[in-house]
């Protein structure tokens, strides 16, 4: 098991069970021992599904199992079975597959792993080579004439298992490609949504290295006041003191904000992105927060008009807040609608909800910082800077979010108005 993997152990196991099933669909084509059967293309497609074991020894073990099953497939439907006789006219059905398996290994098929109609090409070649050797097996026992005619069959018949087979390889390929891509989508929306995250932490972090500034300037500023007055010497060295120690923070937090910038500009897949996109991402991503929630969901996304590529982290950290905050806002089940359209030189993003809205006297408070209305389980507030965190970045871009009065008075609906050109892709 450390040479083979389970995958090539389960597919020889696999291979000893259907191909001698599959060669019961037979026909003959020579003489009544000579048999054409589908036992032929099924074992060349398990071999070529093998990775690490070599093909002679699947064809040592297929043979005996093909020979096995016939002469037990006899000994069970006939009253009068000789084992000697049946041996004899079955033994050439090894030779077959040991044949195939030797010339499979021997031309090393693996090399052309990528190269699918060389495949097919060479393991016509290899099936007419194997049946022309058993033939040749039987010829001791059974004198045979092969007519020019028979041969042309072999090497249509031959050609027809190449065919299938490749059409069967074919299609593995496009699913474990399409798996792939899959995968691989996955991946890069969750390493978009993670660095979207990081960018949304980078600029709270920026916030936080202003405040530093402004307190160690004010703290200074209280330093050199106290130091003119006698009397208060003491809470001078305090205050200076209270710089220092705030400007250490101040470098320290230069430095996280440092890599943190490094790490969102060295790792990001790209800058850029189409804003279908875009909304597919926040979509999948909260259709497993709303799921994690124990929430039933309906997402509907409309755009319009033409749009360029905009920049990823900022639209991303911009509608995933918002629908983020609209799936906590929602009790159990609802509607998040996200419509997008495009309005001379400046995209809307317009996100609302059928969830239980914003009250009146509440509406003046949503976007500071610090402010909620949603609690867990537990009666623990949330943090409350979603919207104050949207407010920021959209102002810090020139442009306007609002609360928007609904006709109907049920949910609550945002819309969020930005310039593309401080969001768009240049040149």
């Known amino acids: 098991m450390d040479t083979y993997t389970k995958r090539d152990v389960y597919i020889v196991a696999l291979m000893l069970i259907i191909v001698p099933l599959a060669g019961e669909w037979k026909f003959y084509l020579v003489n009544e021992t000579f048999r054409i059967s589908f036992g032929a293309p099924t074992f060349f497609f398990f071999l070529l599904l093998l990775q690490r074991v070599p093909a002679v020894l699947p064809g040592f073990l297929t043979g005996i199992a093909v020979v096995f099953f016939r002469m037990l497939f006899e000994g069970t439907t006939q009253s009068h079975f000789d084992w000697a006789a049946s041996a004899l006219e079955h033994y050439s059905s090894f030779v077959y597959y040991f044949t195939y398996s030797v010339l499979f290994t021997l031309i090393k098929m693996e090399r052309f792993h990528n190269r699918t109609l060389v495949i097919g090409g060479i393991g016509m070649v290899i099936e007419v080579a194997a049946n022309l050797i058993e033939l040749l097996s039987q010829y001791v026992f059974f004198p045979t004439v092969i007519t020019w005619g028979a041969l042309q069959e072999m090497f249509m018949v031959a050609l027809s298992h190449s065919f299938v087979v490749l059409s069967f390889l074919n299609m593995i390929k496009l699913y474990e490609a399409q798996s792939r891509e899959k995968q691989t989508r996955k991946q890069n929306e969750h390493m978009l949504m993670l660095i979207s995250n990081l960018y949304e932490e980078s600029l709270h972090l920026k916030k936080t290295l202003q405040s530093a500034e402004t307190i160690t300037v004010k703290s200074f500023e209280l330093y050199q006041g106290l130091q003119s007055i006698e009397q208060?010497?003491?809470?001078?060295?305090?205050?200076?003191?209270?710089?220092?120690?705030?400007?250490?923070?101040?470098?320290?937090?230069?430095?996280?904000?440092?890599?943190?910038?490094?790490?969102?500009?060295?790792?990001?897949?790209?800058?850029?992105?189409?804003?279908?996109?875009?909304?597919?991402?926040?979509?999948?991503?909260?259709?497993?927060?709303?799921?994690?929630?124990?929430?039933?969901?309906?997402?509907?996304?409309?755009?319009?008009?033409?749009?360029?590529?905009?920049?990823?982290?900022?639209?991303?950290?911009?509608?995933?807040?918002?629908?983020?905050?609209?799936?906590?806002?929602?009790?159990?089940?609802?509607?998040?609608?996200?419509?997008?359209?495009?309005?001379?030189?400046?995209?809307?993003?317009?996100?609302?909800?059928?969830?239980?809205?914003?009250?009146?006297?509440?509406?003046?408070?949503?976007?500071?910082?610090?402010?909620?209305?949603?609690?867990?389980?537990?009666?623990?507030?949330?943090?409350?800077?979603?919207?104050?965190?949207?407010?920021?970045?959209?102002?810090?871009?020139?442009?306007?979010?609002?609360?928007?009065?609904?006709?109907?008075?049920?949910?609550?609906?945002?819309?969020?108005?930005?310039?593309?050109?401080?969001?768009?892709?240049?040149?």
């Open 232 to 427: 208060e010497q003491r809470f001078a060295k305090q205050a200076l003191i209270i710089a220092g120690e705030v400007h250490e923070i101040k470098k320290d937090n230069q430095r996280i904000f440092a890599g943190l910038r490094k790490l969102i500009s060295d790792e990001n897949l790209t800058d850029y992105m189409d804003i279908h996109q875009l909304a597919d991402i926040v979509i999948r991503s909260n259709e497993k927060y709303a799921a994690l929630l124990g929430k039933t969901i309906h997402f509907a996304v409309s755009i319009e008009g033409e749009h360029p590529h905009y920049h990823v982290f900022t639209m991303l950290s911009l509608i995933n807040n918002m629908v983020a905050n609209a799936v906590e806002a929602i009790q159990d089940d609802g509607v998040i609608s996200i419509y997008v359209t495009r309005e001379d030189e400046q995209v809307m993003l317009k996100i609302s909800d059928n969830g239980p809205g914003v009250l009146p006297r509440r509406r003046r408070l949503i976007f500071k910082p610090g402010f909620t209305t949603k609690y867990n389980h537990a009666g623990a507030p949330s943090t409350g800077i979603g919207l104050s965190y949207v407010k920021e970045v959209v102002e810090e871009q020139q442009g306007e979010v609002a609360l928007l009065d609904e006709a109907d008075g049920a949910g609550a609906a945002f819309l969020i108005r930005l310039p593309i050109e401080s969001i768009r892709e240049k040149g």
